[in-house]
């Protein structure tokens, strides 16, 4: 029993680094599905800022007015 503890301190490092190892993989898979999943809404986030754009060439200046308020 007491060979088995002197062991388990050596065994430790090996398996902890096999574990964050797995753990990174697995969250570096995650990262790239949540980009992937974020393109639509850079695209429409996008149109959207194009589309204020457009409503303020079309409007007349009141910036005089915001900065008396």
Do not use: N
């Amino acid at each position: 029993m007491s060979q088995i503890l002197y062991v388990l301190p050596a065994l430790a490092c090996p398996v902890g680094m096999g574990a964050m190892m797995w753990f990174m993989m697995r969250s570096g898979h995650k990262s790239t599905a949540q980009a992937a999943a974020a393109d639509p809404r850079e695209k429409e986030l996008a149109a959207l800022r194009e589309e204020i754009a457009d409503l303020r060439k079309t409007m007349p200046d009141h910036s005089d007015q915001a900065h008396t308020r």
